[in-house]
């Protein structure tokens, strides 16, 4: 887990959701900070001015966190979500936490520059902590929520959050929007679409899950993002969404609603990749008949 730390109010959120993560996530913890000097690399030692600045913001982030493995990083010569990112790719992580500007309402996140630039294709799921997260302490993730409407990024989130379910038994949530009717131009004027199928989307989803965790799912209508986000407000610890369905394999990139949600879900949200399809295997050939 990569955790991006400057020692803001933002920062401190991002440290409050590795905290709160790391017991579902395992593994060490890798803590970076940006340090800016201008469009030119650099790569030298820090200096004592350096070391003085980050020595401390290493600490606190290591007393935050309270796990035995944590490792640091001090990154210079490029915007912090480009440097987040190729950290990310050089040191193979499988989770970038974030936290989010501290403007806008409490309990929203907003996409800054750093989140911006990490999520419009990150090697591996981010999540992103709301504004003022730090604010309290907050017990081991209870209930997980998926945005969820049957698409493959939508059944990648889906098993993703099986995987983060199960070392506490955690329950899963599962939201299905039906968005409101639109029409669209056809060869005989303006036409209905043909109507999605939530309920049968739903029910499949609730039976792909794993019996041994705790499932329920919900149907609701309206505009998704706003809707998946209110949705959030009851009881949910972690909402797990899926980036979208074009770009790089194995890269987070995200369309419109689940950068919306991101913004407006007044819990943490895990984005999570695109990931290719399992590898074919070759069938074993039938003996001859003898």
Same mark, same amino acid.
């Given at each position: ?21 790391? %017991? ?5 913890? @890798? ?11 650099? *790569? ?9 600045? !980050? ?5 606190? /982030?290591?007393?935050?966190?309270? !796990? #035995?493995?944590?490792? +640091? ?25 974030? $936290?989010?500007? *501290?403007?806008? %309402? ?5 996409? &800054?520059?750093?989140?911006? &630039? ?13 504004? =003022? ?16 409407? $049957? #698409? ?12 983060? =379910? ?20 056809? /060869? ?6 043909? %109507? ?26 309206? %505009?998704?993002?706003? +809707?998946? /986000? ?5 009881? !949910? ?11 790089? @394999? ?10 919306? @949600? ?29």
């Amino acid at each position: 887990m990569l955790v991006g730390y400057d020692g803001s109010d933002g920062g401190k959120d991002a440290l409050e959701l590795a905290r709160v993560l790391h %017991p579902l996530l395992g593994g060490p913890v @890798l803590v970076a900070t940006v340090l800016l000097y201008g469009p030119q690399p650099r *790569h030298t030692e820090l200096s004592a001015e350096e070391r003085a600045i !980050v020595g401390p913001l290493f600490e606190q /982030a290591r007393v935050h966190i309270g !796990v #035995s493995r944590v490792e +640091t990083r001090a990154l210079a010569g490029g915007s912090p979500g480009r440097m987040l990112t190729e950290c990310a790719e050089a040191e193979r992580v499988g989770t970038i936490v974030l $936290g989010s500007p *501290h403007r806008g %309402p409490i309990g929203r996140a907003l996409i &800054g520059s750093v989140a911006r &630039g990490v999520l419009h294709g990150a090697p591996c799921e981010v999540a992103v902590a709301p504004r =003022a997260y730090a604010g309290q302490a907050h017990p081991p993730c209870r209930t997980i929520a998926v945005a969820y409407d $049957g #698409s493959p990024e939508a059944k990648a989130a889906l098993r993703r959050a099986e995987d983060l =379910a199960r070392p506490s038994q955690a329950a899963i949530k599962i939201f299905t929007v039906a968005p409101p009717p639109t029409t669209v131009p056809s /060869a005989w004027g303006i036409a209905w679409p043909e %109507p999605s199928e939530p309920d049968r989307v739903l029910s499949e989803a609730i039976d792909s899950v794993d019996p041994a965790l705790a499932v329920r799912g919900w149907r609701f209508d309206g %505009p998704p993002a706003a +809707t998946l /986000a209110k949705a959030c407000e009851d009881d !949910v610890d972690l909402l797990v969404a899926g980036s979208r369905g074009y770009g790089p @394999l194995a890269r987070v990139l995200l369309g419109s609603v689940t950068w919306r @949600l991101v913004e407006d879900a007044p819990c943490p949200v895990l984005v999570v990749p695109r990931h290719p399809g399992p590898p074919q295997t070759e069938q074993p050939k039938e003996a001859p008949n003898e």
